[in-house]
């Protein structure tokens, strides 16, 4: 254990240590052989013998409650040990009482094994994220000049050439420029499976590399890195902190002084129900150790910080427990469609020309309108045109959002886009019987054809959509801008709840906008989306989820849980590991308060049998209890 903790947990540690053999043996001299009975003033002797021990495990303690008490900040669990273990000592100026200064430094000696348990068990949380995200590259092989400088990362420009050896991880994010070799993703994006990279492949910062060697051109500095990014989510994820945990921060700032105040009128109420001044005094001090909140404030942000941690394991960023809380209560989720429940990588399965145009034309007319675009459906038209696209052809090209494209191709004004664009320039135009998305082509204001391209629904799409509704999710929509007829299709395979086709990205957020005036009060409505044509999706939406965001600035920006892979799946297991993560942060809150609550009404007047030992169980019993049931949330749900 010496090499898990910390330099200032193990000097806690070796005290308490000290301190907890010097109480074994005065218990023994006490208990077992009766030595302070024999001696003179044995009273005295042994309140100076317990003394010890008291003072070595609980000094920093006194000083704490001392300290809050001049700056004016005094009610939190410093103070109620001090008033409870000061007071058990105190108990030896009530001749009819039982001497109490063994319970009094026990009291204080096992508070503070229970914060060191605390303190470890919050240490281990962090480490294993840490340890998980232990993914910032050390150095960069940068190429000047024929020869490789090893740099900071941070120092390395845009447009660097950088090489990457076997077993170095990626520094930036950049594109393959020669070699081949499999690199490992699973820091980002928690898949075990490495992944075939060669020239013209973009590659994320913070993989480890294989195999074989890798020149690269960065693309990104460092600090807008895909790894710093993530980095940076991860250690901000503690500011937007869930509403269970602002109530639990504002429950223990008003608890504390209540509990001060109800333990002094226990004190001075007691002698009305028959019991003794010493009996009172013992049964207050017994509700102050009992009372202490430690079980409920450190065990709930562990617990939240814990399924963070699951899930950034399973390739999940949370941005905060705000959202994990959220997400744990979503009963609606609304799909993008292509990139998100399909693989995005169209093909183009038809060409039709219409009224005797020339097929190869059709398709060279539409590769050269999209020569300049990145869309998927651009890619597919340009990969399945066989001949060479001239640039000084194309001009004046205009992307006409959710419509398609405009541009002038040989001194011919060509417009390549569906319905709505050929609606929006009076182009008459047909249908086509194959379900697929359909591009049009017109040619100087003529219809001269259509393409039909089909996407591949992504393997794991149906197992999601089951998933969800398994887990209790209600409603599952998909939201697009494809054909009705192509989106009835694609839903109807995977088993989604309800369509909306057609849609423009304004019509996605008026749709959002319905589904959410829809929801029931408790219900969250979650939007998946690629983080880059859905920005305004995914922020209007309740949990705005970004798939496939490896890489990508816009999903990380605008999302609130980034899912680093393309597995639609890992928002089925993103919302089991929120739920999981509820069920213990309310266990651990009905759990501590229940017992709490149990022993200070047994410490009330008129009852009066709790035991300072039952208060310690209380108090530092359920805070480990808690603590052990909170570092469940770090397993990651199958």
């Not at 508070?111 to 240490?123: I, K, M, R, T, W």
Request: aromatic content about 6%.
């Amino acid at each position: 254990m010496k090499g898990r903790l910390s330099k200032k947990q193990r000097k806690r540690r070796n005290r308490i240590v000290v301190a907890l053999a010097i109480f074994a043996v005065l218990e023994v001299a006490n208990a077992g052989f009766h030595a302070f009975d024999r001696m003179p003033n044995g009273l005295w002797v042994e309140f100076a013998a317990f003394l010890v021990p008291y003072l070595v495990a609980g000094y920093d303690v006194l000083g704490r409650a001392w300290h809050g008490i001049v700056h004016k900040q005094p009610f939190d669990e410093n103070l109620l040990m001090t008033i409870a273990t000061i007071g058990a000592f105190a108990l030896v100026l009530f001749p009819d009482a039982e001497p109490h200064m063994a319970e009094g430094a026990a009291v204080m000696l096992f508070y503070q094994v229970g914060e060191l348990f605390e303190s470890y068990a919050v240490g281990a949380t962090r480490r294993s994220i840490s340890d998980m995200m232990d993914i910032a590259p050390e150095f960069a092989n940068v190429e000047r000049d024929g020869a490789i400088e090893q740099v900071d990362p941070a120092e390395v420009a845009v447009g660097s050439i950088v090489v990457v050896k076997p077993g170095e991880r990626v520094p930036l994010d950049g594109v393959v420029v020669s070699g081949r070799s499999e690199i490992d993703t699973s820091a980002l994006t928690g898949e075990s499976v490495p992944r075939t990279v060669e020239e013209g492949v973009s590659v994320a910062s913070g993989c480890v590399n294989l195999t074989g060697v890798l020149t690269m051109r960065t693309t990104k500095p460092y600090g807008e890195s895909t790894v710093q990014r993530i980095l940076d989510l991860v250690e901000n994820a503690s500011e937007k902190k869930a509403r269970t945990e602002n109530f639990i921060t504002r429950f223990a700032r008003y608890y504390t002084p209540v509990v001060v105040g109800l333990a002094a009128a226990i004190m001075v109420l007691s002698p009305a129900f028959g019991a003794s001044w010493s009996q009172s005094v013992q049964g207050a001090l017994v509700f102050l150790v009992v009372s202490c909140p430690c079980a409920l404030v450190i065990s709930v942000p562990l617990s939240f910080f814990g399924g963070i941690g699951a899930a950034s394991r399973a390739g999940i960023m949370v941005k905060g427990s705000s959202y994990l809380e959220a997400l744990a209560s979503t009963d609606t989720v609304a799909f993008d469609k292509t990139g998100t429940l399909t693989n995005g990588t169209f093909n183009v399965v038809a060409v039709h020309p219409h009224a005797g145009a020339d097929p190869d034309l059709l398709l060279s007319y539409a590769a050269h309108a999209e020569a300049f675009s990145n869309h998927p459906i651009a890619l597919s038209v340009r990969a399945s045109y066989s001949g060479e696209i001239d640039q000084a052809k194309i001009d004046e090209v205009e992307e006409r959002g959710g419509e398609g494209i405009f541009a002038r191709v040989d001194d011919h004004a060509v417009l390549v886009g569906n319905d709505k664009l050929m609606l929006a320039e009076h182009i008459d135009f047909h249908d086509c019987t194959l379900v697929g998305t359909i591009l049009h082509v017109a040619l100087d204001g003529a219809y001269i054809g259509h393409i039909v391209i089909a996407d591949v629904v992504k393997d794991d799409a149906a197992e999601t959509v089951r998933a969800l509704h398994a887990a209790g999710v209600r409603k599952a929509v998909m939201l697009t801008g494809d054909r009705q007829e192509v989106a009835v299709a694609v839903a109807e395979k995977l088993g989604i709840d309800e369509v909306r086709a057609q849609l423009l990205p304004q019509d996605k957020v008026a749709c959002v906008e319905e589904l959410l005036a829809a929801e029931p009060e408790r219900g969250k409505l979650a939007f998946v989306g690629d983080g880059i044509n859905d920005a305004p999706v995914l922020m209007r939406a309740d949990i705005g989820v970004a798939m496939g965001a490896m890489g990508s600035d816009a999903a990380i920006e605008a999302a609130d849980i980034v899912l680093m892979d393309d597995k639609p799946s890992n928002i089925a297991r993103a919302i089991r590991i929120a739920r999981k993560t509820m069920r213990i942060v309310w266990q651990n809150i009905v759990f501590a308060l229940g017992v709490k609550i149990a022993i200070m009404v047994l410490a009330l007047p008129g009852i009066g049998i709790a035991t300072m030992w039952l208060a310690v169980f209380g108090d530092v019993g359920v805070a480990c209890i808690a603590i052990l049931n909170a570092m469940r949330c770090l397993r990651v749900p199958d």
